[in-house]
Nanobody, 125 residues
């Protein structure tokens, strides 16, 4: 079992940057593949980025390539999402998620076992 708490969301103008954090507690953080998802009003929750436990393997959705970067600090039990060149269509609730399968990395929300409560990101035009 792992508990996840996101922070860092807020209101930003288009073209701006934000960094989200997700602090984990409970089981050994480094055992998990970590991902970020987002959900806009009236839409399905969608994959954004993911990172395997060593940090050496990452996966990005096409919509955020070149703009969003995921990283992790296993010593601090924290995963980060650095977002730059933000667009109004990036507006959503952003969720951190943990996958117990440390040997795989997935874009499917069904692969993730634990979720945070979400943090709102709003990008104004």
């Amino acid at each position: 079992q792992v508990q996840l708490v996101e922070s860092g969301g807020g209101l930003v103008q288009a073209g701006g940057s934000l960094r989200l954090s997700c602090a984990a507690s409970g089981r050994t953080f480094s055992d998990y593949t970590m991902g970020w998802f987002r959900q806009a009003p009236g839409k399905e929750r969608e994959f954004v980025v993911a990172i395997m436990r060593s940090g050496s393997v990452r996966l990005n959705a096409d919509s955020v390539k070149g703009r969003f970067t995921i990283s992790r600090d296993n010593a601090k039990n924290t995963v980060y999402l650095q977002m730059s060149s933000l667009k109004p269509e990036d507006t959503a609730v952003y969720y951190c998620a943990a996958d117990r399968n440390r040997f795989a990395i997935s874009q499917s929300k069904d692969a993730y076992d634990f979720w945070g409560q979400g943090t709102q990101v709003t990008v104004s035009s």
